[in-house]
């Protein structure tokens, strides 16, 4: 695989078009030492992805040519957004790099009623912002051309009332609660929805095709501590479904990605 660099929605992917890199693709293509005619790809995070060639290299500057548009079907044929409460620490990084790399398509930062990690105004921004980096460098990784969005940290209140009303992702048709309470088992839940989306990513069928089409999945995951029975009967009431991942008790970094996971192993 050629090295690989996120250059936003932004930039030119236009088949013989000569343009300079954005700074921080061209810092990493000189640490590289890479010289005029070394080849790239350049994804602009919304599934489009091309082969560039260097043909000039500067102090500070780096000039490519863009070349072919390189097929990436790598995304999910479901759309997948993770509502979490956020865990502490360094934790919150990992599960959007490792969620990034298992295809998520949107990540949503919650503030529950037993969450450590509060957040708001500047320094809520300045973290989602540090998250949405993460996923960006997730996806060059994993060679992901559709980079997931991480979004505003929201109350849970807030932001359940939005979900169920269809505003803060209206794709999504299934909506479950990772719980601990007797739930519905995530396999059995998904047993009569893997029919209704069979074929839904054609051979050949572009990601943008995909992304347009995709039937939906949305996962509400509390924090450590997990979700208040208030929070939890609030969703339920709301017609969202009790889901449980199984037997043992998972961290809250660790159940978001354990569905997921489930999640890429049904429909793909």
């Excluded at 102090?59 to 044929?77: D, F, G, M």
């Excluded at 029919?195 to 995709?214: I, K, W, Y």
Aim: charged share 25%; proline share 6%.
């Amino acid at each position: 695989m050629l090295p690989r660099f996120h250059v936003g929605d932004d930039f030119p992917l236009l088949p013989g078009s000569s343009c300079e890199l954005p700074d921080g693709p061209a810092r990493h293509v000189q640490v590289l030492r890479m010289q005029p005619g070394g080849l790239i790809q350049l994804f602009d995070g919304r599934g489009r992805e091309h082969r560039a060639r260097v043909t000039e290299m500067g102090r500070k500057q780096v000039t490519v040519e863009i070349e072919e548009q390189v097929p990436n079907h790598r995304e999910l044929p479901v759309r997948v957004t993770l509502a979490m409460g956020m865990p502490a620490n360094d934790r919150m990084d990992a599960l959007v790099e490792k969620a990034s790399e298992l295809g998520v398509h949107a990540i949503q930062p919650l503030i529950c009623e037993r969450s450590v990690l509060r957040l708001d105004g500047e320094r809520a921004a300045k973290k989602v912002a540090h998250w949405q980096a993460v996923a960006v460098s997730a996806c060059e990784q994993s060679g992901r051309a559709a980079v997931p969005e991480v979004r505003a940290v929201q109350t849970l209140p807030s932001w359940l009332r939005d979900a169920t009303e269809g505003i803060a992702d209206g794709t999504s048709q299934h909506k479950g609660v990772l719980s601990l309470r007797d739930a519905v088992s995530l396999r059995s839940w998904l047993h009569d929805k893997v029919d209704a989306t069979a074929g839904t990513r054609a051979n050949g069928q572009t990601n943008e095709a995909v992304e347009g089409d995709a039937p939906g999945f949305m996962f509400l995951s509390g924090p450590e501590g997990g979700l208040s029975p208030a929070e939890e009967q609030a969703a339920l009431d709301a017609g969202w479904t009790a889901i449980t991942l199984g037997a043992r008790v998972l961290r809250a970094d660790t159940a978001p990605l354990a569905a997921l996971s489930v999640i890429g192993a049904t429909f793909e």
